[in-house]
């Protein structure tokens, strides 16, 4: 069965660091991709980004280029979405959700990892 | 960046015919992928490729593109069916995907 298990809530200040996970089972991660999707509360869908771990090649929004860090670890077939300094517009559900290739759909999603940051 | 437009929201009776609209320049030409967001769940994917649909997903929902509009259609909504939709694309120009700001359901 495939499965996006995603770490729990955070509650961190403004300017800290922080990099929440997305492990992957019941299928090959390296020959997959992980993208992240930001929704902020009450608001709609963005893509953040994404990592195809088998080679760690990563592309991501202009919006969130420079903002955030996308990484993958085979050995463990975890995904990571790193911050080093959060701002309070960070405060969002982060969805990690697999897909086959370059412009396919997201076929499983994680369970999302809310993400508070205040100062 | 290519700009995706759905109306805020549709209302539609139960067992009536809901259809979702989602606009874009020449989206007919591209694929259109179509997610279900119940409230306080993560998103389902109903309809790729314009119009296919993922194992597990009833027929009735499907989806055409064509022109500047790709449309969701909901037949026989049932109250379950209560939920935000969103339109995704892959922007070839950008190489990066877009959402629609989404379309939330309300069944009466």
């Known amino acids: 069965e495939v499965q996006l298990e995603q770490s729990g809530a955070e509650v961190k200040k403004t300017g800290e660091s922080l990099k929440i996970s997305c492990k992957a089972s019941g299928f090959s991660f390296s020959t997959y991709r992980i993208a992240w999707v930001r929704q902020m509360p009450g608001k709609g869908l963005e893509w953040v980004g994404v990592?195809?771990?088998?080679?760690?090649?990563?592309a991501y929004s202009p919006s969130f280029q420079g903002q955030v860090t996308i990484l993958g670890d085979k050995s463990s077939s975890t995904a990571y979405l790193q911050w080093s300094s959060l701002r309070a517009s960070d405060t969002a559900i982060y969805y990690c959700?697999?897909?086959?290739?370059?412009?396919?759909?997201?076929?499983?999603w994680g369970q999302g990892t809310l993400v508070t940051v205040s100062s | 960046s290519y700009v995706l437009t759905q109306p805020p929201s549709v209302s539609v009776a139960p067992g009536q015919t809901a259809r979702i609209p989602c606009g874009g320049d020449?989206?007919?030409?591209?694929?259109v992928n179509w997610y279900q967001q119940r409230p306080g769940q993560a998103p389902v994917l109903v309809v790729y490729?314009?119009?296919d649909r993922p194992s597990g997903i009833p027929e009735r929902f499907s989806g055409s593109n064509s022109g500047n509009t790709a449309t969701l259609t909901i037949t026989r909504v049932e109250g379950g069916d209560e939920a935000d939709y969103y339109c995704q694309v892959w922007d070839s120009s950008y190489n990066h995907y877009v959402f629609g700001s989404g379309t939330k359901v309300t069944v009466l």
């Open positions: 990592i195809r771990p088998g080679d760690s090649a990563t």
């Open positions: 490729d314009d119009s």
């Open positions: 959700a697999r897909h086959d290739g370059a412009e396919t759909p997201f076929d499983y």
């Open positions: 020449k989206i007919g030409h591209k694929n």
